[in-house]
């Protein structure tokens, strides 16, 4: 061993977390919404065999690490994935690479497109400085798989769903459809509790007699949500947001974190220390 000292902060900026093994390193790559094309896969593949043990880790959020790389081929293996468009993880005081299920893409129930969204908000945000770190997710309907409530900053796919009576004929197909029981016929005719309904659409995708429609699509957005050692639930700030508002309270919320937030402190540690209210009346007006 070379009596030189590991600049550990330096390694971490480029993705390299160290291991309780002494020097090494599990190189963490970035990996947005969870989708990763053939051809990197093979690259990673190829690394893992060069430089590390032959496996790949998939992390809780989506990303890939490839661990027991050596400390002097650190730089080789981050430099021969850089090649095929393979960057870093974030790690430490930063934007985190944005979580995200396969949305109205692939899944029957999805609302929106949640690639296309988080890959939008990690070209303009990842790796940004912050006071703690900061984690996104974006789930395509209110099934919720990637947990929005638990990041920092969660958007949620919905809908709302609006009746045209005219059409309605009383099946019920729609009342067996929701799950939280807020759509009900009465008379023949269905009728909304706007108070249960969690806009996830199911309603609409059941009626068979064009009766029920899809009025405005877009997010609820959870704020403060954390989830490790002092878990925290986000907060719901909006609901049927549409994507220049999303962008809008996103901007605004890092500004408000950057300048309110205390060095280390998580955005819902924050939130709590601070009061909602002052966060709400800045990033809505
Ligand atoms: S959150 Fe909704 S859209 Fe996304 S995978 Fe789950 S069920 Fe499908
Ligand atoms: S499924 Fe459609 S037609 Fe049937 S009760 Fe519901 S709204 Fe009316
Ligand atoms: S949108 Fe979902 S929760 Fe609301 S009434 Fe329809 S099925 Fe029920």
Redesign the pocket.
């Known amino acids: 061993m070379s009596g030189k000292k590991i600049d550990v902060s330096l390694l971490k900026s480029k993705g390299f977390l160290p291991q309780r093994q002494e020097n090494m390193f599990s190189m963490r790559l970035k990996v947005v919404s969870g989708n990763l094309d053939a051809k990197k896969l093979r690259a990673i593949a190829d690394a893992a065999e060069k430089y590390g043990s032959g496996y790949i880790h998939i992390t809780s959020r989506q990303q890939i690490e490839v661990p027991f790389v050596k400390l002097e081929d650190t730089e080789a293996a981050r430099n021969e994935l850089e090649k095929q468009g393979i960057s870093a993880g974030s790690a430490g005081k930063k934007v985190r690479a944005v979580v995200a299920?396969?949305?109205d893409k692939v899944?029957r129930?999805?609302l929106i497109d949640c690639e296309n969204l988080a890959c939008k908000i990690d070209e303009k945000y990842f790796g940004e400085a912050v006071p703690k770190k900061l984690k996104i997710a974006v789930?395509?309907?209110p099934?919720?798989?990637v947990r929005p409530q638990e990041n920092d900053f969660g958007i949620m796919g919905n809908v709302k769903p609006e009746i045209l009576g005219e059409n309605c004929v009383g099946c019920k197909l729609c009342e067996k459809a929701c799950k939280v029981g807020a759509i009900k016929v009465l008379e023949d005719k269905a009728f909304i509790n706007t108070k249960k309904c969690i806009l996830c659409g199911a309603c609409i995708a059941a009626c068979r007699k064009d009766a029920l429609r899809a009025g405005k699509i877009g997010c609820t957005i959870f704020v403060g949500g954390k989830a490790g050692r002092q878990p925290m639930q986000g907060i719901k700030l909006l609901e049927l947001a549409d994507e220049e508002q999303l962008f809008s309270v996103l901007e605004k919320t890092f500004e408000y974190y950057r300048r309110e937030g205390l060095d280390g402190e998580r955005f819902g540690d924050l939130l709590e220390r601070v009061g909602m209210e002052k966060y709400r009346e800045e990033v809505l007006s």
């Open positions: 299920c396969q949305g899944c129930n999805g789930t395509g309907c099934s919720a798989c």
